[in-house]
Protein backbone atom coordinates (compact mmCIF):
# COMPACT_ATOMS: atom_id res chain seq x y z
CA UNK A 1 0.00 0.00 0.00
CA UNK A 2 1.34 3.79 -0.79
CA UNK A 3 -0.40 6.67 1.12
CA UNK A 4 -0.16 9.99 -0.76
CA UNK A 5 -0.91 13.20 1.08
CA UNK A 6 -1.50 16.43 -0.76
CA UNK A 7 -0.48 19.88 0.52
CA UNK A 8 0.05 23.70 -0.63
CA UNK A 9 -3.35 24.23 -1.94
CA UNK A 10 -5.28 27.81 -1.25
CA UNK A 11 -6.85 31.27 -2.61
CA UNK A 12 -4.40 33.02 -4.96
CA UNK A 13 -4.83 36.04 -7.54
CA UNK A 14 -4.68 35.51 -11.17
CA UNK A 15 -1.60 35.75 -12.29
CA UNK A 16 -0.09 34.07 -9.29
CA UNK A 17 1.84 31.02 -7.34
CA UNK A 18 1.11 28.23 -5.67
CA UNK A 19 3.40 24.78 -5.18
CA UNK A 20 1.73 21.53 -4.53
CA UNK A 21 3.48 18.94 -2.69
CA UNK A 22 2.66 15.06 -1.87
CA UNK A 23 4.10 12.86 0.50
CA UNK A 24 4.77 9.56 -0.13
CA UNK A 25 4.54 7.01 2.91
CA UNK A 26 4.32 3.23 2.50
CA UNK A 27 5.78 1.09 0.04
CA UNK A 28 7.06 3.90 -1.44
CA UNK A 29 9.93 2.37 -3.46
CA UNK A 30 7.22 0.23 -5.39
CA UNK A 31 5.97 3.68 -7.23
CA UNK A 32 6.75 4.52 -10.65
CA UNK A 33 5.39 6.85 -12.33
CA UNK A 34 3.59 10.14 -10.30
CA UNK A 35 1.00 12.29 -11.48
CA UNK A 36 -1.43 15.21 -10.91
CA UNK A 37 -4.50 15.27 -12.13
CA UNK A 38 -7.56 18.03 -10.98
CA UNK A 39 -11.79 18.03 -10.74
CA UNK A 40 -13.53 21.28 -10.80
CA UNK A 41 -17.36 21.37 -10.06
CA UNK A 42 -19.48 19.58 -12.53
CA UNK A 43 -16.12 18.47 -14.79
CA UNK A 44 -14.68 14.96 -14.99
CA UNK A 45 -11.32 14.38 -13.16
CA UNK A 46 -8.32 15.35 -15.75
CA UNK A 47 -4.57 15.07 -16.35
CA UNK A 48 -2.45 17.97 -15.58
CA UNK A 49 1.21 16.61 -15.39
CA UNK A 50 2.82 13.15 -14.36
CA UNK A 51 6.97 12.14 -14.02
CA UNK A 52 8.85 9.13 -14.48
CA UNK A 53 10.55 7.38 -11.60
CA UNK A 54 13.07 8.80 -12.13
CA UNK A 55 12.10 12.59 -12.77
CA UNK A 56 13.80 12.31 -16.62
CA UNK A 57 10.58 12.40 -18.18
CA UNK A 58 7.81 14.52 -18.02
CA UNK A 59 4.59 14.57 -19.18
CA UNK A 60 2.09 17.88 -19.42
CA UNK A 61 -2.06 18.40 -20.67
CA UNK A 62 -1.79 21.03 -22.89
CA UNK A 63 -3.77 23.66 -20.87
CA UNK A 64 -1.10 23.99 -18.42
CA UNK A 65 2.11 23.24 -20.54
CA UNK A 66 4.69 26.12 -20.00
CA UNK A 67 2.95 27.21 -16.35
CA UNK A 68 3.00 24.21 -14.26
CA UNK A 69 6.33 22.20 -13.63
CA UNK A 70 6.26 19.00 -11.97
CA UNK A 71 9.04 17.34 -9.96
CA UNK A 72 9.93 14.76 -7.89
CA UNK A 73 12.27 14.27 -5.02
CA UNK A 74 12.96 10.48 -4.47
CA UNK A 75 14.79 10.85 -1.35
CA UNK A 76 12.43 12.51 0.20
CA UNK A 77 9.22 10.49 -1.20
CA UNK A 78 7.69 13.60 -2.26
CA UNK A 79 6.53 15.15 -5.43
CA UNK A 80 5.78 18.50 -6.56
CA UNK A 81 3.68 20.75 -8.41
CA UNK A 82 4.76 24.21 -9.42
CA UNK A 83 1.90 26.62 -10.75
CA UNK A 84 3.01 30.03 -12.04
CA UNK A 85 0.40 32.18 -14.19
CA UNK A 86 -3.00 31.07 -13.03
CA UNK A 87 -5.34 31.70 -14.47
CA UNK A 88 -8.93 31.49 -12.93
CA UNK A 89 -9.88 28.18 -14.88
CA UNK A 90 -7.07 26.56 -13.10
CA UNK A 91 -9.68 26.47 -10.30
CA UNK A 92 -10.11 22.80 -8.78
CA UNK A 93 -9.19 19.91 -6.21
CA UNK A 94 -5.90 18.55 -6.92
CA UNK A 95 -5.23 14.73 -6.45
CA UNK A 96 -1.73 13.39 -6.29
CA UNK A 97 -1.63 9.84 -8.02
CA UNK A 98 0.58 7.05 -7.88
CA UNK A 99 1.29 3.68 -9.77
CA UNK A 100 3.41 1.05 -9.31
CA UNK A 101 3.40 -0.87 -12.42
CA UNK A 102 4.23 -0.06 -16.07
CA UNK A 103 2.24 3.24 -17.46
CA UNK A 104 4.37 3.70 -20.35
CA UNK A 105 2.33 5.91 -23.09
CA UNK A 106 -0.71 5.76 -20.20
CA UNK A 107 0.30 8.93 -18.32
CA UNK A 108 -2.57 10.44 -18.91
CA UNK A 109 -5.56 7.97 -18.38
CA UNK A 110 -6.30 8.11 -14.89
CA UNK A 111 -7.02 3.91 -14.82
CA UNK A 112 -3.48 4.16 -14.80
CA UNK A 113 -2.71 5.09 -11.24
CA UNK A 114 -3.49 2.51 -8.22
CA UNK A 115 -3.15 5.64 -5.67
CA UNK A 116 -4.55 8.26 -4.53
CA UNK A 117 -4.09 10.72 -2.27
CA UNK A 118 -7.52 12.93 -0.68
CA UNK A 119 -7.14 16.39 -3.21
CA UNK A 120 -6.02 19.69 -2.24
CA UNK A 121 -8.04 22.69 -3.22
CA UNK A 122 -6.83 25.38 -5.20
CA UNK A 123 -9.17 28.16 -5.86
CA UNK A 124 -8.12 31.04 -8.10
CA UNK A 125 -9.54 34.61 -8.53
CA UNK A 126 -10.07 36.65 -11.46
Known amino acids: QVQLVESGGGLVQAGGSLRLSCAASGRTFSTRTMGWFRQAPGNEREFVAAITSSGGSTYYSDAVKGRFTISRDNARNTQYLQMNSLKPEDTAVYYC???????????????????WGQGTQVTVSS
Open 97 to 115: AAATLFVNGREALSRSYEY
